[in-house]
């Protein structure tokens, strides 16, 4: 599957324009959101503010013109979900990544149109680093992660909202009478609590009972339990998404191979498909290697189990 073939379907016999295109929008990206940063500092807005609003015109119109490239040929999609004309652009134009790219030049639309002081639209131009999901394999991998692992991520936030207000009932309970000013209720103990159970501890609002030093130790402790769940869940997601993946690439790269050679057509697929995978070059090798020793040795291709040679 390839994320970003959806606007260049036409240049899929011409990968090599394919990556320089990938990389221009890409530097592109990456100078954009460093010249809203800079832009913020009084010193430099004051003697490049020209220069930064003439690149941050040029970015508006390059990512203008993608975004209406993209809507105007997301009826080619593979997948065929986007074919009508009218309705499959609407449903194109709702994508978590079309919202992304129509959320990097509103801004500066809004901006333009309402005379009014819109300062904060100027920070919201640095959601064009989301833009670089569609160009970063870890990036889409992660995002790939945590919508497979949606309903495990609202478990652990369901148990830790719970914790939470169980932690801040507590400290209410055991410290309200002798820091009214620091836990008078339930929800101005809710900051220590949050401090506390993500184990930051600032210390500016501290128990100081026995009783309630001893409800933040356990309440430190039972944070740190907290931490680990979702960070464990990430891990083992992520290194499922993975396996997934190079299992993917490893059955393509058997059927490739199931006619005994590898052809210079199904090697540029492989590539295509090695990078929107997010693979390093030896790895894939190292599969494409072991599939073709698997196939020369039993004489079978190792994933679809037909004969090398064999036409069906």
Do not use: N
């Not at 128990?207 to 990430?234: E, H, Q, R, S």
């Not at 992520?238 to 490739?256: I, N, T």
């Not at 990078?275 to 494409?288: C, F, I, K, N, S």
Request: overall charge neutral; charged content about 20%.
């Amino acid at each position: 599957m390839q994320r970003r073939s959806v606007m260049f379907q036409a240049l899929r016999g011409r990968p090599a324009l394919v990556r320089t295109l990938d990389v221009s929008l890409l530097a592109l990206i990456v100078l954009a959101v460093c010249a809203a940063i800079l832009e913020t500092v009084p010193s430099v807005r004051e003697r490049f503010g020209a220069e930064l609003h003439a690149f941050d015109v040029f970015s508006v119109v390059v990512f203008t013109i993608e975004y209406v490239l993209r809507l105007a040929t997301c009826t080619a999609h593979p997948s065929g979900r986007f074919g009508e004309p009218v309705r499959g652009r609407l449903r194109f134009a709702l994508t978590p990544m079309a919202l992304v790219d129509l959320a990097a030049i509103a801004p500066f639309y809004l901006e333009a149109l309402l005379p009014v002081d819109l300062r904060f639209l100027r920070v919201l131009r640095l959601f064009r680093i989301f833009k670089l999901t569609r160009y970063s394999a870890a990036m889409s991998i992660l995002l790939g992660v945590l919508r497979d692992e949606a309903r495990s991520f609202g478990a652990a936030l369901f148990i830790l909202m719970v914790i939470l207000i169980l932690a801040a009932s507590g400290i209410y309970l055991v410290e309200s009478d002798v820091q009214p000013e620091a836990f008078g209720s339930i929800p101005a103990a809710m900051w220590w609590a949050v401090a506390t159970l993500t184990t930051v501890g600032y210390g500016d609002v501290t128990p100081i009972t026995a009783g309630g030093k001893v409800f933040g130790a356990i309440v430190t402790i039972v944070g740190i339990g907290m931490v680990a769940l979702p960070a464990g869940i990430l891990a083992s997601a992520f290194s499922d998404h993975l396996r997934r993946r190079r299992e993917s690439f490893a059955e393509q790269v058997g059927e490739a191979a199931s006619d005994g050679a590898i052809s210079a057509a199904e090697a540029r697929e492989l590539e295509a498909m090695r990078t929107d995978l997010g693979l390093g070059e030896d790895e894939a090798a190292r599969l494409v290697a072991s599939a073709r020793e698997e196939a020369a040795a039993t004489g079978t291709c190792p994933h679809c189990g037909k004969a090398l040679g064999s036409a069906g």
